[in-house]
T-cell receptor
Framework: KQEVTQIPAALSVPEGENLVLNCSFTDSAIYNLQWFRQDPGKGLTSLLLIQSSQREQTSGRLNASLDKSSGRSTLYIAASQPGDSATYLCAVKWRDSSYKLIFGSGTRLLVRP | NAGVTQTPKFRVLKTGQSMTLLCAQDMNHEYMYWYRQDPGMGLRLIHYSVGEGTTAKGEVPDGYNVSRLKKQNFLLGLESAAPSQTSVYFC??????????????????FGPGTRLTVL
C-alpha cells in the first residue's frame, strides 16, 4: 500500500532555530512530491514541488530534498520565525496512481518568540 | 488572478438535504480535484476531472457526485447529506504535462475550503 508518513506530528522550537521536517513514503516509483503549508482554518499553500528527477528545490528560507531510494524527503527551514507557525503537509504522486496525491498527516509547527 | 475559489465558505445542512459546492479556477488548468479533510485522516480525494466533460472517482466517492461542464468550474454535489459528510472540503487544480514551466507539471493549487456541518 502506498503511504506517506510525517514525523513528528508536532514540533515546538524557539525563534531563529534552523529546523528539519521529515516525510517518508513507501514505494520509490514516485512522479513528484509536494510540500504544503496550512494555517488554521485555511486552505493549503504550495511551498515546493520536487519532480522525481530532481534532488532538491529551494525557495527563500525553505529547502526541500528528495531521496527516492530511501523513500524520504526533508523540508529545511532556516532561521525560523513565529510567522512560520503552521501545519506542514507532504504529498506524493506515484507513477501508477493517475492523478491522485497521497497526503501525510502533517507536522504542526510552533515557533516561539 | 484569483487562483482557485470556492463557494460557499461555510454551510450547515440537516440530514437528507442536498447542496452543491462550487469550485472555480482562472489558471486555465486542465485537471481539477475535490478533497475532504478530516481530523486524523488527512486529505482524501473524492473525485477528480482531467478535462471539461470528464470526471472520475477518487478514494472516497460514495455519497458525492460531480460535474465539469466548463473547464474553469468543478461542482461537487451531495444528494442526501449524512452526518458522516461533515468535513472541510477543498478543491484543487493543476496543469497537465506540457504546461509551462516544466518544473511545475502537476503542481496542485488549492482553494480556501468549505466547512460543511451536517446535523
Amino acid at each position: 500500500k502506498q503511504e506517506v508518513t510525517q514525523i513528528p506530528a508536532a514540533l515546538s522550537v524557539p525563534e531563529g532555530e534552523n529546523l528539519v521536517l521529515n516525510c517518508s513514503f513507501t514505494d520509490s516509483a514516485i512522479y513528484n512530491l509536494q510540500w504544503f503549508r496550512q494555517d488554521p482554518g485555511k486552505g493549503l499553500t504550495s511551498l515546493l514541488l520536487i519532480q522525481s528527477s530532481q534532488r532538491e528545490q529551494t525557495s527563500g528560507r525553505l529547502n526541500a530534498s528528495l531521496d527516492k531510494s530511501s523513500g524520504r524527503s526533508t523540508l529545511y527551514i532556516a532561521a525560523s520565525q513565529p510567522g512560520d507557525s503552521a501545519t506542514y503537509l507532504c504529498a506524493v504522486k506515484w507513477r501508477d496512481s493517475s492523478y491522485k496525491l497521497i497526503f501525510g498527516s502533517g507536522t504542526r509547527l510552533l515557533v516561539r518568540p | 488572478n484569483a487562483g482557485v475559489t470556492q463557494t460557499p465558505k461555510f454551510r450547515v445542512l440537516k440530514t437528507g438535504q442536498s447542496m452543491t459546492l462550487l469550485c472555480a479556477q482562472d489558471m486555465n488548468h486542465e485537471y481539477m480535484y475535490w478533497y475532504r479533510q478530516d481530523p486524523g485522516m488527512g486529505l482524501r480525494l473524492i473525485h477528480y476531472s482531467v478535462g471539461e466533460g470528464t470526471t472520475a472517482k477518487g478514494e472516497v466517492p460514495d455519497g458525492y457526485n460531480v460535474s465539469r461542464l466548463k473547464k474553469q468550474n468543478f461542482l461537487l454535489g451531495l444528494e442526501s447529506a449524512a452526518p458522516s459528510q461533515t468535513s472541510v472540503y477543498f478543491c484543487a487544480s493543476s496543469n497537465r504535462r506540457g504546461g509551462l514551466p516544466p518544473s511545475s507539471y502537476n503542481e496542485q493549487f488549492f482553494g480556501p475550503g468549505t466547512r460543511l456541518t451536517v446535523l
